[in-house]
C-alpha cells in the first residue's frame, strides 16, 4: 500500500506541478477548443484572477505531493479542482476523460491511504 500510494502520489504532484508551470510560463500552444467549450475557456479567461487562483492550488498541491509534506491538506484543498477537471472534460472535452478520470481516482485513492488523518473530522 505504501508503494502504490508513493507513486500516486509522486505521478499526480509531477503532473500538477507541470500543468500549472506550463501556464504561469506559457509553455503550451493553445489547444484549439469549439463550441461549449470554447465558450467554458472564454468564460474562465473573463474571470481575471480564477485560472492563476486555480494554477496556483495546482502548483502547491504538486509540490506538497512530491515532497510528501503536507499531504492530508492537500488532498482536500486539490479534490474540488479533480472534481472539476473531471467534470469540464465530462461534458465539454471528451478527448481529456482518461487523464481527469486518473486525476480524481488518484486524490481518492489518496484520500483513502491518509484516511486516518481524517478521521477526526467526522466525529460528533
Not at 502548483?59 to 472534481?83: A, E, R
Not at 481529456?96 to 484520500?111: E, K, M
Request: proline share 4%; charged share 10%; with cysteine.
Amino acid at each position: 500500500m505504501k508503494t502504490a500510494t508513493f507513486f500516486i502520489r509522486t505521478i499526480i504532484g509531477l503532473l500538477l506541478v507541470l500543468v500549472s508551470l506550463a501556464y504561469f510560463f506559457n509553455l503550451m500552444p493553445d489547444l484549439s477548443s469549439s463550441g461549449d467549450f470554447k465558450a467554458f475557456q472564454l468564460g474562465l479567461i473573463s474571470a481575471v484572477y480564477l485560472m492563476p487562483m486555480v494554477k496556483t492550488v495546482e502548483l502547491l498541491c504538486g509540490i506538497s505531493f512530491i515532497t510528501g509534506k503536507y499531504v492530508t491538506l492537500s488532498n482536500i484543498m486539490v479534490l474540488p479542482v479533480s472534481i472539476n477537471i473531471l467534470f469540464i472534460n465530462f461534458f465539454l472535452n471528451p478527448n481529456g476523460i482518461p487523464l481527469a478520470i486518473f486525476v480524481f481516482s488518484g486524490n481518492l485513492f489518496l484520500i483513502y491511504s491518509y484516511w486516518k488523518n481524517y478521521k477526526s473530522l467526522f466525529k460528533a
